[in-house]
């Protein structure tokens, strides 16, 4: 496998700030005051002296964000501390502290998590302006809601088809050309995909239920969702039966943990597996391609796609200087490539995506990614995960009839939603 991670030489770019706004407790967005213009001490005089910055950032993007800091200090005469904070534990403190006014002015954070802030009011718009343009598409989309941008993201993970090149030269457009193509292989497995158990899977295996045009929610044009279920009706229900035929088959199998299947392709047991860039330091012993995943349906197999970024508090007093830091300095080459090196996720940023998809692997996670689907981040998304999965294991594993228990899903979807 060729896993080599490319330097890409700094391009530091400025830009000046438009009007941005924060959100008061209601979530109701208020006006922050006159924008920033181009020069780079305006959001300094915000505060006087220079201003301090407090910023949350875990062990993974520290060193990346000191280097960005470094030269906004210099450059603005701000100053910026940053806190060390396990990223599992960054969602719920910044809800529980922010309103108390003791949470930071920037933290590192996941897309999905915006429905949950923006419910609680603790999170303002980040103003991009021109600079939206210079980023992936789905990484903007992904931070959008109501109209607005409230993150500046900075790395984009998404899951694809892993192929071992030794045992199938070819990437399969479709899910029956890769199962003959498994089979042709004489691997114990002709495809891996895990499952939880009874649990499901339903991340993993969602490429597969995009391509029969059933996604999860329907998408508002600016990539944004709305609480309105699309997974219902006879496209559901087709997607249902493929679940249960590729059951009955063997294809598909709930036993298959992410353990096993991460070990069984490790081993050459199969040419395919679905999974992400997590997976890939076990692989390191084989020669690998990143492909598209193949399609079930007569649709585009559309897998999630996951941001990371970073959000300002709707608390800060330093609104600003905030948007300074994100804009002009985490938003450059440099700092988006030292992101990318020590998280290892193809760069936000499309120059510093350009510059690591020399690496045929990062460009093929890339591809696949730029075609892909934001993970819903809207708070309704938590009414449904539980009943999606259970019900995608017991129609796998024959427990349950297809249709039946697709349409039980949705009418037990949209009663937790209150529809």
Not at 79 to 105: H, M, N, S, Y
Not at 265 to 294: N, R, T, Y
Request: aromatic share 8%.
């Amino acid at each position: 496998m060729r896993r080599s991670i490319l330097l890409a030489s700094a391009l530091v770019t400025t830009l000046a700030l438009t009007a941005c706004g924060g959100t008061d407790d209601t979530g109701e967005t208020t006006d922050a005051g006159d924008a920033a213009t181009g020069d780079e001490t305006a959001a300094a005089d915000e505060t006087g002296a220079g201003g301090t910055l407090t910023v949350w950032v875990d062990e993974t993007r520290q060193a990346a964000v000191e280097s960005a800091a470094a030269d906004f200090e210099a450059e603005t005469g701000a100053e910026v501390e940053l806190v060390l904070k396990p990223f599992e534990d960054i969602r719920a403190d910044f809800v529980a502290q922010v309103p108390t006014g003791e949470g930071p002015d920037v933290t590192v954070g996941a897309h999905d998590w915006l429905g949950e802030l923006i419910t609680n009011g603790v999170v303002a718009p980040v103003e991009l302006g021109d600079k939206a343009a210079e980023f992936e598409e789905v990484a903007v989309q992904a931070f959008t809601a109501d109209g607005q941008v409230y993150g500046l993201p900075y790395a984009i993970e998404n899951i694809a088809l892993i192929r071992n090149t030794e045992l199938a030269d070819t990437a399969p457009a479709t899910w029956d050309e890769a199962i003959t193509a498994g089979e042709d292989a004489d691997t114990k497995f002709p495809f891996l995909i895990q499952s939880d158990g009874e649990n499901g899977d339903p991340y993993t295996y969602y490429p597969f239920q995009t391509s029969f045009g059933a996604p999860v929610f329907e998408q508002n044009a600016d990539g944004s969702y709305t609480p309105e279920l699309a997974m219902g009706g006879e496209n559901g229900e087709a997607y249902a039966q493929w679940l249960a035929e590729q059951g009955a088959a063997g294809n598909l199998t709930i036993d298959t943990t992410y353990d096993i299947a991460v070990e069984a392709f490790a081993k050459g047991q199969s040419p395919f597996i679905v999974g992400g860039p997590w997976m890939l330091e076990q692989f390191a012993d084989l020669d690998l391609a990143i492909d598209p995943v193949p399609a079930a349906g007569d649709q585009p197999a559309q897998p999630f796609v996951g941001v990371q970024g970073f959000y300002v508090s709707a608390q800060s007093e330093n609104t600003l200087l905030a948007n300074d830091f994100l804009v002009n300095y985490l938003s450059t080459e440099e700092a988006q490539t030292g992101l990318f090196e020590a998280g290892g996720r193809p760069p936000a940023l499309t120059a510093a995506a350009d510059a690591a998809s020399s690496d045929p692997i990062v460009a093929g996670f890339r591809e696949v990614g730029a075609d892909a689907v934001p993970m819903p981040s809207i708070p309704e998304m938590g009414s449904v995960w539980a009943f999606w999965g259970v019900t995608e294991a017991g129609i796998i594993s024959g427990k349950a009839e297809p249709a039946e228990a697709w349409n039980k899903m949705i009418s037990d979807i949209e009663g937790a939603l209150g529809s």
